[in-house]
């Protein structure tokens, strides 16, 4: 009875410590946002930083090249988006007019049908105002994007000179068991963020390529969001759908809309479920429900950055769950069907 008293006490406890590290994870989002940033980055651009040390080009010229590198990344992608939202916002009338009309088209139709819809509070939803107060939402998300660059470049900067040292201390360590079992998921988690970032480009190249070849305005931009939602499987190819295939709507016709959201589902059904799986191996996917949840889980707790890296933070702690044989258990609940079968087969 004591026995069953204490672990009772000791669940308490834990549950309890979770919920005050979330607090506190929640509450000091302002700087653990960047360092997650930061960690990925870092974790991307490690493999190319150590490669150039290879060569014999040196520490410093090796870190300065991977560096400007990122510094050019980061401000295109800046200029990129503020720039299309920025045009984005003098069409919108056009747009809004356009739409509004297909819509009316669409509700005769339906009205044909025998469908009744509220066609005012339908098309009030596309009313200017609303449009240009997200825009305003949006641009000011960006400009906080812009002004936390330089910590992120920064921070990474430090993570990369930490890294060729990392190993050495470690070793040094007495905690030889530890060491093996850090190393194993460090190599994962590398392996599993790097290659999705590499899928992740392909995709958004593809999706650009495409949308350009459609002659769908801003194609590089919806390149851009199809990169970055593509690190949500399932939801993200959906939710990177929906302003381009909108875009093709307005542009052009039904028709054209059609075509576009084909293109994007043979994109995402070509490289999300048969190359991914290929190259990322086996035990490192996760069911569409924790996906979801995931989803939501981080995006509460870190915001936006937070539903974008949803699924590599959660990733991370089932390889970590993985390692040990008392929390495999959790690690299996989290993966998907493949998994399970990849796993029987072994």
């Known amino acids: ?7 009772i006490g000791y669940t308490l406890m834990v549950l309890a410590s979770i919920v005050i590290i979330l ?35 040196g520490e410093i010229p090796s ?43 669409m509700f005769e139709v339906l009205d044909k049908w025998g469908l009744h819809v509220p066609k005012e509070d339908m098309l009030a939803m596309f009313h200017t105002d609303s449009v240009m ?7 000011k998300s960006f400009g906080s994007l ?5 910590m992120i470049i920064l921070i990474v900067i430090f993570m990369l000179l930490e890294i ?6 470690l070793s040094q360590t007495n905690h030889h068991n530890g060491l093996a079992t850090l190393i194993e998921v460090s190599d994962k988690i590398k392996h599993y963020i790097l290659l999705k970032a590499l899928t992740s ?25 199809a990169f970055l939602l593509n690190f949500i499987p399932n939801i993200g190819s959906i939710l990177a759908a929906i302003p381009a295939v909108l875009m093709a709507l307005v542009q052009y016709n039904f028709t054209t809309a059609l075509i576009v959201a084909g293109g994007y589902l043979a994109v995402n059904i070509t490289i999300g479920s048969i190359l991914e799986p290929r190259i990322l191996g086996k035990g490192l996917g996760l069911s569409t429900l924790i996906v979801f949840l995931s989803l939501i889980f981080w995006g509460w707790l870190l915001g936006p950055v937070g539903m974008l890296l949803s699924v590599p933070l959660t990733v991370i702690i089932k390889i970590a769950l993985d390692t040990q044989p008392n929390t495999q258990w959790i690690a299996t609940l989290l993966g998907s069907g493949g998994d399970m079968k990849a796993k029987k087969d072994a």
């Open 201 to 225: 480009a392909a995709t958004g190249i593809i999706i650009t390529i495409f949308l350009k070849l459609m002659g769908i305005h801003y194609a590089v931009l919806w390149g851009l969001l």
């Open 23 to 57: 607090a506190g994870v929640k509450a000091a989002a302002v700087i653990v946002v960047p360092f997650l940033l930061s960690l990925f980055l870092a974790t991307i651009l490690s493999p190319f930083y150590l490669w150039l040390k290879k060569l014999g080009l």
């Open 146 to 150: 812009l002004t936390n660059s330089f």
């Open 1 to 7: 009875m004591q026995a069953k008293h204490v672990n």
């Open 164 to 169: 060729s040292q990392f190993s050495e201390k």
């Open 63 to 105: 870190l300065a090249i991977i560096v400007l590198f990122l510094v050019l990344v980061i401000s295109s992608m800046i200029t990129l988006i503020g720039n299309s939202v920025q045009d984005f916002s003098q069409n919108v009338p056009l747009y809004e007019v356009k739409l509004r009309t297909d819509l009316r088209h």
């Open 133 to 139: 107060r997200y825009i305003a939402v949006t641009l």
